[in-house]
């Protein structure tokens, strides 16, 4: 069926004039004006958007329609009637269709309103000789109103042409006869997209992506300042959401952004006075510390189901205790970490790092690589830390102990994250392939960890639950079996390194981090 189409129109006489105009080039069935609310959900990092989906809900009284829709032809994907605001969790929706598109999308995202259009609408059927609804007519004059008190006012006037199915030929001879008679043309966007912008938001601007366009011979500490600029704008724009516990990605971006902007500050090295350097990454790591009991709750939470469904099925009931243990721990661990967030030593961090991170740089510096070329600073650290990898990697045996995977890991980190800050630099094919070599042994390094630290975790929440009397034997006894799993988990990951590392360090990747990354000749 022909899509519906969205025209804006300029004209600005009244709503009855163009009432009248229509009429007097269609037999036109009238309905009642009405009033219309519609708002407009998206995740945060703009999921649907990405997409190019939305997700509408038309409020009518205690009811309300959803729907999921296709932004470029408004063509309906899922629909669904709840009562009051849309659930914000997409495993909050019953089973069905609606449900079905938007897990895979939204994962453990919520849906937060990004535009509320306010219409007052006029429906229209158009009819043919025979009294039968062909096309479907609806003029709006509409205004925008930003989530949370934010930014109001005009959005335009608009006509919609909706189909009816079997009438296509209808509804083509009404669209150019209303072009010609107008002088309007089909809305190349929709208008909550126009609604967004007007309410002074970006559409689809966030991201956390480190792909940055790098000129080579770019001085060091400029580029080093905008890579920083970039990461702190990202941890700033998390705040919010972390305090507000929208969802868990919020403090999960301003972690990583935490984490990226220690590892920038001491793998991009000789571009910032080491007092600098050194005063910022105790201070950073201070945030990395607040921020992490919270963090931990989120982990244990998000794995509970994955825990649960592990064990037998006559002894899940048993792990009900823990997953109230874990929530009465997190609640107190998001109180603190509000309290940290609106500290003045949180904010005074913040402020200082923007303010030396926006100050220009000096003509001359005597630090060494602030006024080098950026690619030859780049590839220097790359090519080093990669070589710390292999060598760790190396000399890692069945006999090792855990501590050197541990290393292993980090050196790993630090290798990912350079070459996340320095892609553009670079091939894109090639460096994509080692980036991902490095991600697939980070994998198995991380997983070795992650079971170690959660066997160790969790045996420690049995005796706090033990000594506090808040798990009866049962509930001790499913927490073993879980501690067990764990730790054979780490046992396979750990056979697993060999292979795993063996690929990663294999003669075709030598070579290729050889010719990209180890300097050679002159700097020009």
Known sequence: MTPALQFLIADERPLAELEERLKALLSLQFEPEERVERRYYDSFDWR??????SLEAVFAGERTQLRLFDLLDDSTRATLEVTGEPPRFAWDYPKGALRDNLEPMLQVRALLPVVTILARARRMRVLNRDDKTVVRLMVEEARFRAPQGGAEGALGRYLRLIPVRGYDKAMQRTRKLLEKELGIEPLMEHPMLRAVELSGQRVGEYSTKLDFKLSPKRRADLVAKEIHLH????????IEGAKADLDTEFLHDLRVATRRIRSALTQIK???EPDIVAHFKAEFAWIQEITGPTRDMDVYLLKFDDYRGSLPAWVRPDLTPFHAFLLER????????????????????IDEWRGYCEAPVPERSHLPNAIRPIHWVASERIWRMYRRVM?????IDQNAPAEALHELRKSCKKLRYLMEFFQGLYPRRAFRRLLKSVKILLDNLGDFQDFEVQAHTLRGFAEQMFEENKADADTLIAMGILVGDLLDGQTQARAAFEERFGRFAEKANRRQFKRLFKPSGRES
């Open 330 to 349: 997190r609640a107190e661990a998001q109180r603190r970490l509000v309290t940290a967030l609106e500290s003045a030593r949180f904010r005074r961090i």
């Open 231 to 238: 990461l702190l704008r990202v941890l700033e724009a998390n």
């Open 270 to 272: 000789g571009v910032f």
């Open 48 to 53: 649907l958007y990405h997409r190019d989906l």
């Open 391 to 395: 060598k760790e990697g190396r000399a």
